[in-house]
Nanobody, 126 residues
Framework: QVQLVESGGGLVQAGDSLRLSCAAS????????MGWFRQAPGKEREFVAT????????DYADSLRSRFTISRDNAKYTVYLQMNSLKHEDTAVYYC???????????????????WGQGTQVTVSS
């Protein structure tokens, strides 16, 4: 089992960059596929990005691929989401998620993840 805590959210202006962090308490962090999701007011929680246990495989929502980058540092038990050229429409609560997997599998759906952080608010002013 792993416990996740997101940080790095805040209020920024359109065009700014922001890096979110997700710190894991479990020492088996390197065995987990990780994901980022977000939920804007009045909308469903949507997939943002995913990364396999080694960091060698990543994928993104099509609309975010050119601006967002997911990465991980297993030595620091942390996964990151680098967000560039932020837009007002990126405003949402961003959630970190994890599921145990020893292979290269990536996951895109909410129900595929077993563990979730509390979320961190990102607000982009226009």
């Amino acid at each position: 089992q792993v416990q996740l805590v997101e940080s790095g959210g805040g209020l920024v202006q359109a065009g700014d960059s922001l890096r979110l962090s997700c710190a894991a308490s479990g020492r088996t962090f390197s065995t987990y596929t990780m994901g980022w999701f977000r939920q804007a007011p009045g909308k469903e929680r949507e997939f943002v990005a995913t990364i396999n246990w080694s960091g060698g495989y990543t994928d993104y929502a099509d609309s975010l691929r050119s601006r967002f980058t997911i990465s991980r540092d297993n030595a620091k038990y942390t996964v990151y989401l680098q967000m560039n050229s932020l837009k007002h429409e990126d405003t949402a609560v961003y959630y970190c998620a994890a599921v145990r997997n020893l292979y290269t599998a990536l996951y895109y759906l909410r129900y595929e993840y077993d563990y979730w952080g509390q979320g961190t608010q990102v607000t982009v002013s226009s």
